[in-house]
């Protein structure tokens, strides 16, 4: 199947395989049906999320198999593959072989709109970035949806507008760098990187691996699209610098070529006008400011008004399992950070408070600097640590703070509970996946909230 020119792709009464079904393989799916295609799902796993994905779309008259790959996978004319399958993957390096194309969900669901893409991504701060960015963009010429690595697939948000189109619509991406591996086609009108810093090193060959896979972003876009970027990451600055995209720096340092600039009370933009006092801002902290420079700045560029920017930035108050407050327990606040799935993302939460911690670190370690800790652990009062990559945190932090092997993230709060005085925080911040004792790090939170629930029931 020829996938190279986007504007004559046609997948009506094509074969297309869909690797991996997770949420984005089932709505890559949905969506291959709709179009017309004879879709044939393959799966390795026979877990229970699987099986009942798999029976949804058997339902629905779609056919494959689970618990394993057959050579039917290689009958067909197009491969979609869900982001959790790697790119070194036996199978697909054999697709490959067999000159098969091969695209990611996001590619595939890109193909079938028109309506503009907004696409963010970074190694920390996406999710929260896009949800006050949609927030932001919501006018009366624009409704914007959010979808990709948030939990929607952009695959089912393209099946709904294709059944109820919107002239309106434009679309808020998160993206991750799984997303970035097989593309071709797609192209942000806007593009946003946050920050780069290690992750997912379990993966990727080295950093340099893992930031080309991001850097695909900005690889269709031309001079009528716009780069926005973090100019405060030298990393990043350097490796965006080959893109044909407008590029637009945000920064907390620098007022060279931004949008808005910042002094110690406000933001304002380059006419001088005050877009908000920084006292009015709902989320503290440094990195949620520059989330904030990034999302205000490519609102801009899609023409959103500065009223609105600012009116996001004073009630926006973030969102579940990032520096999320749980519960309050004889002054002792919990705080749900399941969202920092790496070792950067703990130092942003350490650096966000004052008070003493008691750090819940840990879980599958995806290649973590866990030494880089140290210089953000001068409030730590005690590190406990959970799931699989405890010998590694201890082997590396275990001489430089006070640490306790706890094993399970149920007995950390437990210890926790025990040990904390009024005025600490008790921090779930793993640092790490969550794939050794939970589905996602959604589901480590959620178990976050339900056992400070239960002290709370106790105190």
Avoid at 190 to 217: G, Q
Avoid at 353 to 368: A, C, T, Y
Wanted: glycine share 6%.
């Amino acid at each position: 199947m020829d996938i190279s020119n986007k504007n004559t792709i046609d997948i009506k009464g094509k074969r297309v395989t869909v690797i991996g079904l997770a949420r984005s393989g089932v709505a890559a799916a949905k969506l291959a049906q709709k179009l017309g295609a004879y879709v044939f799902v393959s799966d390795q796993s026979n877990s229970n999320d699987v099986i009942k994905s798999f029976q949804e779309l058997q339902k629905a008259g779609i056919k494959g198999e689970i618990n394993g790959h057959t050579e039917t996978i290689y009958t067909t004319d197009l491969w979609v593959i869900s982001p959790g399958v790697p790119k070194d993957a036996e199978i697909i390096q054999q697709a490959l072989a067999k000159d098969m194309p091969v695209v990611s969900e996001i590619e595939f669901a890109s193909w079938f709109t028109t309506a503009p893409i907004l696409a963010v991504t970074g190694s920390n701060g996406k999710t929260t970035t896009v949800h006050m960015l949609n927030e932001m963009c919501q006018s009366d010429d624009i409704e914007p949806i959010l979808s990709g690595n948030v939990g929607n697939p952009f695959s089912d948000t393209i099946r709904q507008d294709l059944s109820k189109p919107n002239p309106k619509r434009v679309h808020v991406l998160e993206i991750s760098s799984f997303q970035m591996e097989f593309i071709q086609h797609f192209k942000p009108f806007i593009s946003l990187f946050l920050n780069l810093s290690p992750d997912h090193l379990n993966r990727y060959e080295d950093m340099d691996d893992y930031v080309s896979a991001k850097m695909n972003m900005w690889s269709n876009q031309t001079q009528d699209d716009f780069l926005v970027f973090n100019a405060d990451d030298d990393l990043l600055a350097k490796r965006i610098a080959p893109a044909n995209a407008k590029k637009i720096p945000f920064s907390l340092k620098s007022d060279k070529n931004v949008l808005f600039k910042l002094n110690a009370t406000k933001i304002y933009d380059k006419e001088h006008a005050t877009l908000i006092n920084l006292d009015d801002i709902a989320l503290p902290g440094k990195h949620n400011l520059s989330n904030y420079l990034g999302a205000a700045t490519a609102a801009t560029l899609l023409g959103i008004a500065s009223s609105k920017i600012s009116d996001v930035m004073k009630s926006f108050c973030g969102v579940p399992h990032r520096l999320e407050l749980v519960g309050d327990i004889n002054g002792v606040s919990y705080i749900n950070d399941s969202k920092a799935t790496n070792v950067d993302a703990v130092n942003v939460a350490l650096d966000s408070f004052n008070s003493p911690i008691l750090l819940i670190l840990g879980g599958r370690d995806k290649g973590g600097d866990f030494l880089s800790l140290y210089p953000h652990t001068h409030n730590v009062k005690e590190v406990l640590t959970i799931g699989e990559s405890e010998e590694a945190i201890a082997t590396v932090l275990g001489d430089a703070v006070r640490l306790r092997s706890c094993g399970s993230l149920m007995s950390a709060v437990e210890v926790a509970h025990s040990n904390a005085q009024p005025g600490d925080i008790v921090l779930l911040s793993p640092g790490c996946a969550s794939f050794d004792q939970f589905d996602n790090f959604e589901h480590r939170g959620d178990v976050f909230r339900e056992l400070v629930r239960g002290l709370k029931e106790y105190a």
